[in-house]
C-alpha cells in the first residue's frame, strides 16, 4: 500500500529541537517534490519547508536558518531538523510528496487544488505529527 508515515514530533520548550521524519511505504521520492506543511489553530497551512526532485530547498521565512530538510541516499526518507524552536512553530506538520504542480494546498484535507479549486490527485499526504512549543 502506498502511503508516508512520519514520525519525530512531541513537546518542547522553546529553543530546543526536534527531527520529523516522513518514509515513503511502496515507493520512493525519486519522482516526488516532498514538502513539510504545518497548520496551527487558527491559522491557515502553511508551506514550511521542501526539498524539489532535483535537490533544491525552500524555507518560508520564518523558520529560515532554523530549520533543515533532507533526505536519505535511498530517497525513502525525508527528515525536517527544527532547532532554536520558537511557540510559533507549535503546530500539526504534515508531510507530503507531490509529482505535479498544484495552485493551492489545504492541510486538513490534506488534498492539492488548482485556483478554481478543483482538486489536483497527484501526491500523497502523511498523518500528521504535533509539535509544542511552550516559553
Known amino acids: 500500500q502506498v502511503q508516508l508515515m512520519q514520525s519525530g514530533g512531541g513537546s518542547v520548550q522553546a529553543g530546543g529541537s526536534l527531527r520529523l521524519s516522513c518514509t515513503a511505504l511502496?515507493?520512493?521520492?525519486?519522482?516526488?517534490?516532498v514538502s513539510w506543511y504545518r497548520q496551527a489553530p487558527g491559522n491557515e497551512c502553511e508551506l514550511a519547508s521542501m526539498i524539489s526532485i532535483d535537490g533544491t530547498t525552500y524555507y518560508t521565512e520564518s523558520v529560515k536558518g532554523r530549520f533543515t530538510i533532507s533526505q536519505d541516499n535511498a530517497k525513502t526518507t525525508v527528515y525536517l531538523q527544527m532547532s532554536v524552536l520558537k511557540p510559533e512553530d507549535t503546530a500539526v506538520y504534515y508531510c507530503?510528496?507531490?509529482?505535479?504542480?498544484?495552485?493551492?494546498?489545504?492541510?486538513?484535507?490534506?488534498?492539492?487544488?488548482?485556483?478554481?479549486?478543483?482538486?489536483?490527485?497527484?501526491?500523497?499526504w502523511g498523518q500528521g505529527t504535533q509539535v509544542n512549543v511552550s516559553s
Open positions: 507530503a510528496a507531490k509529482w505535479g504542480p498544484a495552485d493551492a494546498y489545504d492541510c486538513y484535507t490534506g488534498s492539492w487544488m488548482t485556483f478554481g479549486g478543483h482538486n489536483r490527485n497527484i501526491g500523497y
Open positions: 511502496g515507493f520512493t521520492f525519486h519522482n516526488y517534490d
